[in-house]
């Protein structure tokens, strides 16, 4: 099993920066990739941003068309932790962030594929 928990994220008006981490724990060695999704009230869950996680594999990160060039993606093998900084945040932007861990990967953007998710954390951009 491998847990999953977010932190990070709050408020924050249009046009600043925020930053949220996940932290794994438990058999961190069987996960292959991890992601970010989020959810807006109303909305389906959205894949935002992934990387390959497991130790030894070419690192590449993965991103929503809709936050290429404001969001990057961070992993920290020794310390089990993903981090997503974001930048230029809209309004839009708002939805709860959770990541995601997979122990095998076909299709990135495709919830089904993740084995583990966290709780998630309300980022919330003002206009």
């Known amino acids: 099993q491998v847990q999953l928990v977010e932190s990070g994220g709050g408020l924050v008006q249009a046009g600043g920066s925020l930053s949220v981490s996940c932290v794994a724990s438990?058999?961190?060695?069987?996960?292959?990739?991890m992601a970010w999704f989020r959810q807006a009230p109303g909305k389906e869950r959205e894949f935002v941003a992934g990387?390959?996680?497991?130790?030894?594999?070419?690192?590449?990160?993965d991103f929503a068309d809709f936050v290429k060039g404001r969001f990057t993606i961070s992993r920290d093998n020794a310390a089990n932790t993903m981090g997503l900084q974001m930048n230029s945040l809209k309004p839009e932007d708002t939805a709860v962030y959770s990541c995601?861990?997979?122990?095998?990967?076909?299709?990135?953007?495709?919830?089904?594929?993740?084995?583990?998710w966290g709780q998630g954390t309300q980022v919330t951009v003002s206009s």
């Open positions: 990387t390959t996680w497991r130790r030894g594999t070419t690192y590449v990160a």
């Open positions: 995601a861990a997979a122990t095998t990967m076909t299709s990135k953007a495709t919830k089904g594929e993740y084995d583990y």
């Open positions: 438990g058999r961190t060695d069987s996960i292959y990739y």
